[in-house]
């Protein structure tokens, strides 16, 4: 597909870089941003990077009614020897158009998606901060804009790409968190939205999210509609190691595809080690961790990469896996990946792609 060129638009007031040591996640955004533009009649047009700054929408915009709203999340790198790698981004933008299918949206192509996105990322590429940990988040956005209140899928769409440079995800580094098994509210059904990157699954999440937090528990165990087996630990994909098999709930509707996921299994297998995608019941970890046979469990994302799980808690039980403490597969994963973004071991698996 011939794209017309991006034009580029570059700030006159470049923003005052934050703190490299204090960045969290998600406070502070660069200088610039990308935006490309849908309607039915034109195809995608106007693919411009501006400074950051409030993008103009209809009140009667079909995001702002009707929700269709889907995002992506990746990470660009700053290597040891100064090399900017992006990670996985087919992935991303596969995920982009299969939302998008389900939405009844229409995705960028692809060449409009990684462009956009390597543009920008060079332009703002001195905003990539340099520490082991730290990285600059890309957030790909896809909206529906028509203004037209008749419930029928959006005719015009915006896709927009912001970057916030981001620490490590939890500031007093990799160790176990506690999790809520969550019983009254579900995150996905059979049939809804749960495998897509749709902004409405995280407006259905965030109360859960937010009494688990209230009970001092930093992320919830999500649990199908009828409460038997697990789905995701918080916005991550979940993984437990037993003493004799490392399972992930298979992809099964309810949820999310992660790109880390993918990544874990494939470096699981790479070692030989016995990673089985399949339904896991709670009872079966609950029942693990009491005995002993389950010996690590942890999330996976974009964000914290890896996300060790110490403690389950329910409303009338709790367990401990590996007494509280980080696993030894679990730490070994966590390199490994990082170790790949960063640059300090060979990316076999063809994930990274340099910016030229
Ligand atoms: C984004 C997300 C993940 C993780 O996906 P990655 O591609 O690994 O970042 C897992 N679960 C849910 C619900 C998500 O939204």
Redesign the pocket.
């Known amino acids: 597909m011939n794209l017309a060129p991006i034009s580029v638009t570059k700030t006159t007031q470049p923003l005052k870089k934050p703190d490299a040591n204090n960045l969290g996640f998600g406070q502070y955004f660069t200088d610039h941003m990308f935006v490309a533009k849908y309607s039915d009649a034109k195809g995608w047009y106007d693919s411009q990077i501006l400074p950051y700054g409030p993008l103009a929408l209809d009140p009667a915009a079909s995001v702002l009614h009707y929700g269709q709203a889907l995002f ?3 990470k660009a790198f700053r290597q040891g020897n100064g090399d900017v790698a992006l990670f ?1 981004m087919d ?2 933008w596969n ?1 982009m158009c299969q939302g998008a299918e389900r939405l009844c949206m229409v995705a960028p192509p692809k060449e409009l998606f990684l462009e956009g996105i390597r543009k920008l990322v060079e332009i703002d590429k001195d905003w990539i901060p340099e520490n082991k940990g730290s990285a600059l988040y890309i957030r790909p956005t896809l909206i529906g804009n028509e203004g037209f209140l008749g419930v029928r899928p959006s005719r015009e769409y915006m896709f927009f790409v912001i970057l916030s440079p981001v620490g490590a995800y939890y500031k007093s580094g990799l160790s176990p968190v506690n999790i809520w098994v969550e019983e009254d509210f579900t ?2 059904c059979p049939g809804g939205l ?1 495998a897509t ?1 749709a902004a409405a ?2 407006a259905s ?1 965030l109360k859960a999210a937010y009494e688990a937090k209230k009970k001092d528990y930093s992320q919830v165990l999500w649990l199908d509609t009828t409460r038997t087996y697990v789905e ?1 630990v ?4 979940v993984f437990f190691v037993f003493k004799n098999e490392i399972v992930t709930p298979s992809l099964e509707g309810t ?9 874990v299994i494939q470096v699981l297998k790479s070692w030989g080690k016995p990673i089985v995608e399949r339904k896991i019941k709670l009872s079966e970890i609950r029942e693990g961790a009491q005995s002993g046979n389950l010996v690590e469990a942890f ?5 914290a990469v890896i996300t060790p799980m110490g403690e389950l808690a329910a409303k009338d039980w709790k367990v401990k896996i590996n007494n509280g403490q980080m696993g030894e597969l679990t730490t070994k994963l966590y390199q490994e990946l990082t170790d790949i973004q960063y640059g300090f071991k060979a990316d076999n698996l063809n994930w990274i792609e340099k910016l030229k």
């Open positions: 992506e999340g990746m996985r992935y991303n995920r995150r996905a749960g990157k699954n995280y999440s995701e918080g916005t991550m994909n949820i999310l595809a992660g790109g880390t996921r993918d990544s999330g996976t994302g974009t964000a």
